[in-house]
């Protein structure tokens, strides 16, 4: 990777943390005695992907609730993101099975099982039997005096990319680096009084896109980003594979690919965002029908190109394929796509504009040829500040 300016470092290292903490909010919980269909209404009624668990002090009621962000509780657990609810729900799953069952049976499977797995309490989730407080694949909490003083490259640095539970197991020996995405900070109380998100802190650089120096003006071809593997999947696979798929993986999204290999939407774990228990059947539908049914429209599976050269498709063609010319059209998705010569600066504007956590790099052709995500974004970023 080309070494550029001091400037990024510059501004990590002065910008202390407590400049880029927002405005305090209440911060939504979870008792870790919350059942897994009260912690899914939770978080979709607060359309959020995740949310820090707690076991709650003495004398507080059973379930799964709002609280304020200075509430005090006896221990904070980790941090559920709505992956760890659906990788969780997968492990109790025969997925090769239920992939060769017919839609409506699959559906009915997909049913029954959610129906039993949603009355579990999220305490004995197998995924957060897994977790300690600063191993949490999806929150590192600290506690410590002075947090807010802190350098920005600090948080980037130990907190989201290489947490201390990841660096052990570096130190260890294990290729395995654990990523967080948010962070959430508590006082003495054990109160939680911030979160801060991977987005807060690209938005905080676009910002200062202007202290970047040379690095805003790299490309992503320069980068690295146009050659990374891009994981796909076709529009007719089922969404609970697709999901299977990303469980193996560890990662939070797919492309999606027709049979010319040219992509045609974006499924990720936030296209599930609102799903509580009773939806876990819609899982059963192809990907392309349940990213159409989530947009409102119809799946468009007929290869364009192929149409177009049926005489008969003309009206077709006129009423429909002019209306459906954007990445993403044929599923009702407004797909945001970056070229291997677009910047860093303008890849950041892109992710942070659209609240993004990924755009993919096409050719002209749209074939997806590489993916940036916020992590590439951060560990550029901190490579550029780091001895």
Not at 343 to 367: G, I, M, P
């Given at each position: 990777?080309?070494?550029?300016?001091?400037?990024?470092?510059?501004?990590?290292?002065?910008?202390?943390?407590?400049?880029?903490?927002?405005?305090?909010?209440?911060?939504?919980?979870?008792?870790?005695?919350a059942t897994v269909e009260?912690?899914?209404?939770?978080?979709?009624?607060?359309?959020?992907?995740?949310?820090?668990?707690?076991?709650?002090?003495?004398?507080?009621?059973?379930?799964?609730?709002?609280?304020?962000?200075?509430?005090?509780?006896?221990?904070?657990?980790?941090?559920?993101?709505?992956?760890?609810?659906?990788?969780?729900?997968?492990?109790?799953?025969?997925?090769?099975?239920?992939?060769?069952?017919?839609?409506?049976?699959?559906?009915?499977?997909?049913?029954?099982?959610?129906?039993?797995?949603?009355?579990?309490?999220?305490?004995?989730?197998?995924?957060?039997?897994?977790?300690?407080?600063?191993?949490?694949?999806?929150?590192?909490?600290?506690?410590?005096?002075?947090?807010?003083?802190?350098?920005?490259?600090?948080?980037?640095?130990?907190?989201?990319?290489?947490?201390?539970?990841?660096?052990?197991?570096?130190?260890?020996?294990?290729?395995?680096?654990?990523?967080?995405?948010?962070?959430?900070?508590?006082?003495?109380?054990?109160?939680?009084?911030?979160?801060?998100?991977?987005?807060?802190?690209?938005?905080?650089?676009?910002?200062?896109?202007?202290?970047?120096?040379?690095?805003?003006?790299?490309?992503?071809?320069?980068?690295?980003?146009?050659?990374?593997?891009?994981?796909?999947?076709?529009?007719?696979?089922?969404?609970?594979?697709?999901?299977?798929?990303?469980?193996?993986?560890?990662?939070?999204?797919?492309?999606?690919?027709?049979?010319?290999?040219?992509?045609?939407?974006?499924?990720?774990?936030?296209?599930?965002?609102?799903?509580?228990?009773?939806?876990?059947?819609?899982?059963?539908?192809?990907?392309?029908?349940?990213?159409?049914?989530?947009?409102?429209?119809?799946?468009?599976?007929?290869?364009?190109?192929?149409l177009q050269t049926k005489?008969?498709?003309?009206?077709?063609?006129?009423?429909?394929?002019?209306?459906?010319?954007?990445?993403?059209?044929?599923?009702?998705?407004?797909?945001?796509?970056?070229?291997?010569?677009?910047?860093?600066?303008?890849?950041?504007?892109?992710?942070?504009?659209?609240?993004?956590?990924?755009?993919?790099?096409?050719?002209?052709?749209?074939?997806?040829?590489?993916?940036?995500?916020?992590?590439?974004?951060?560990?550029?970023?901190?490579?550029?500040?780091?001895?």
């Open positions: 990777m080309p070494t550029h300016s001091s400037s990024v470092r510059d501004l990590l290292v002065s910008t202390k943390l407590k400049a880029v903490l927002q405005d305090h909010k209440a911060v939504v919980v979870l008792k870790d005695s009260q912690a899914l209404a939770v978080l979709a009624g607060n359309r959020i992907l995740s949310a820090p668990v707690v076991a709650p002090s003495a004398g507080s009621s059973a379930g799964a609730r709002s609280f304020e962000a200075n509430a005090a509780f006896q221990d904070i657990v980790c941090c559920l993101d709505l992956r760890d609810v659906l990788c969780s729900f997968l492990e109790e799953l025969d997925v090769p099975a239920v992939k060769d069952m017919k839609m409506l049976r699959r559906m009915k499977e997909l049913e029954e099982k959610g129906g039993q797995f949603a009355v579990r309490a999220i305490k004995t989730l197998p995924i957060l039997g897994k977790r300690s407080l600063r191993s949490c694949s999806d929150g590192a909490f600290y506690l410590e005096s002075g947090v807010e003083s802190m350098s920005v490259l600090e948080l980037v640095h130990d907190g989201l990319l290489y947490p201390r539970e990841a660096r052990k197991a570096i130190a260890g020996g294990s290729r395995t680096r654990t990523v967080v995405h948010r962070i959430a900070l508590y006082d003495r109380q054990i109160r939680i009084t911030h979160i801060i998100s991977q987005s807060d802190i690209a938005r905080f650089l676009l910002e200062h896109r202007e202290r970047l120096g040379d690095l805003g003006d790299a490309t992503v071809e320069s980068l690295g980003w146009a050659a990374q593997a891009v994981i796909t999947v076709t529009p007719e696979t089922p969404a609970v594979v697709a999901l299977a798929l990303m469980a193996e993986k560890g990662i939070s999204g797919l492309g999606v690919v027709n049979a010319r290999g040219l992509l045609i939407a974006n499924f990720s774990i936030s296209d599930l965002r609102t799903i509580v228990a009773e939806h876990f059947g819609a899982m059963a539908l192809p990907v392309g029908e349940f990213l159409a049914l989530e947009h409102g429209t119809e799946f468009w599976g007929v290869d364009r190109a192929e005489p008969a498709s003309m009206f077709a063609s006129n009423r429909e394929l002019r209306r459906r010319e954007s990445a993403g059209c044929q599923v009702g998705q407004a797909l945001v796509l970056a070229t291997a010569q677009e910047t860093f600066s303008e890849v950041l504007e892109k992710l942070v504009a659209n609240r993004l956590h990924r755009l993919y790099v096409v050719d002209t052709e749209l074939r997806p040829v590489g993916i940036v995500t916020l992590t590439d974004i951060l560990r550029t970023v901190t490579q550029q500040s780091v001895g």
